[in-house]
Nanobody, 117 residues
Framework: QVQLVESGGGLVQPGGSLRLSCAAS????????MGWYRQAPGKQRELVAQIFIRTNMPNYADSVKGRSTISRDAARSTVYLQMNNLKPEDTAVYYC??????????WGKGTLVTVSS
């Protein structure tokens, strides 16, 4: 089992920046990838960014490519999402996601990001 705790959401003006954090605990040795999804009101949950643990290779949605950076701190089993030049369409609940080697998926409770002036 893996438990995930997100932090860093909030209200930011268009053009601003935020850094989301997700700390994993429990059976973290078997984590294969960590990432972030988001869900805006009335829309389906979508991938934002993910990072593969063994290769450290990132993968970004086209909508955030060039504006966001995913990184991780292996010692703390924590993944970060730095988002810059935020737009109103980035407003959503952001969920931390982890997948284990055995393809088990774990989700955080979500953190709200609101981009508004």
């Amino acid at each position: 089992q893996v438990q995930l705790v997100e932090s860093g959401g909030g209200l930011v003006q268009p053009g601003g920046s935020l850094r989301l954090s997700c700390a994993a605990s429990g059976t973290t040795a078997n984590i294969a990838l960590m990432g972030w999804y988001r869900q805006a009101p009335g829309k389906q949950r979508e991938l934002v960014a993910q990072i593969f643990i063994r290769t450290n290779m990132p993968n970004y949605a086209d909508s955030v490519k060039g504006r966001s950076t995913i990184s991780r701190d292996a010692a703390r089993s924590t993944v970060y999402l730095q988002m810059n030049n935020l737009k109103p369409e980035d407003t959503a609940v952001y969920y931390c996601h982890v997948r284990s080697d055995s393809l088990m998926n774990y989700w955080g409770k979500g953190t709200l990001v609101t981009v508004s002036s």
